[in-house]
């Protein structure tokens, strides 16, 4: 049978029913992605410490429907291309220097713009908040934006409604640049009233999604975005949380990771 590259078999290995965000790191951990394609050819994923029900699950739905995937992930790669969608592999020297103080660094990422602002020399820091904020927290976004590019930074953000869109929109009017991290496809605008917003960040950012093209939003995939967004900041601001937003899931992770948190 015919070995995938690299690129093909993450395409592949993301359509898995059942292979969410951790099981792709959990595959990440123990297989060279092609050999983890293997493994399943052979029906075989010893490797894993998985349930061997859970396996079975993954093994039989790869066999009954591997065509179908395999095909999947050529088309995929098609429309990439065709829409200037960048793939980044954790092979990829960017993305293993992320790697270093990151460990739950996705294996892929899709990106449009300039990924240049994810090398390890550059600055970055983001600034999170309320969807539902205050003037004075519009203010606070705006001023730690403008002034953290005044000092070289890049700012990293959401572009959810609220804060975040102030944040972006405040770093590029300063000059500046901005990363917007999705918690959907890199090809859908969410929410659709920012599409001139991503557009200038395609432009003079850069855009990043770990969800595989044409993924819709869905409430489970933003602390996976969070996670992400703090992944790639060396400090975190936060403006204006809600006790029990999405917001403090990023605050937790940011603990985690030993990086430091700003309330405003």
Not at 162 to 182: F, N, P, Q, R, W
Not at 185 to 211: A, N, R, V, W
């Amino acid at each position: 049978m015919e070995r995938c590259d690299e690129e093909t078999a993450w395409l592949a290995a993301m359509q898995l029913k059942g292979v969410g965000d951790k099981a792709l790191r959990d595959v990440n951990s123990v297989y060279a992605v092609d050999d983890f394609i293997e493994a399943l050819k052979l029906r075989n994923l010893d490797r894993l410490s998985w349930t061997e029900s859970r396996k079975k699950k993954i093994i039989d739905y790869y066999e009954d429907n591997s065509d179908y995937i395999n095909e999947k992930a050529k088309e995929y790669q098609d429309y990439c291309e065709k829409k200037n969608i960048g793939i980044l592999l954790q092979t990829d020297n960017i993305s293993k220097s992320l790697q270093k103080n990151f460990y739950a660094m996705p294996p892929v990422l899709f990106y449009r713009g300039n990924i240049d602002l994810l090398k390890e020399k550059v600055a970055r820091v983001a600034v999170i908040g309320a969807r539902r904020c205050t003037r004075d927290g519009k203010e606070n976004a705006i001023d730690i934006a403008s002034k953290e590019v005044s000092n070289g930074k890049v700012i990293v953000s959401g572009m959810a409604k609220g804060i975040d869109s102030y944040a972006h929109t405040a770093a590029l009017k300063a000059g500046g640049t901005t990363i917007a991290v999705l918690g959907n496809g890199i090809d859908i605008c969410y929410p659709p009233e920012h599409e001139k917003l991503m557009d200038t960040i395609i432009e003079k950012g850069l855009i990043i999604s770990q969800f595989i093209p044409g993924t819709s939003p869905r409430q489970y995939q933003f602390p996976v975005r969070n996670r992400l967004i703090v992944g790639l900041s060396e400090k975190v601001y936060v403006v204006e949380a809600a006790r029990n937003s999405g917001t403090n899931t990023t605050v937790k992770f940011a603990r985690d990771y030993g990086i430091e948190v700003v309330r405003v």
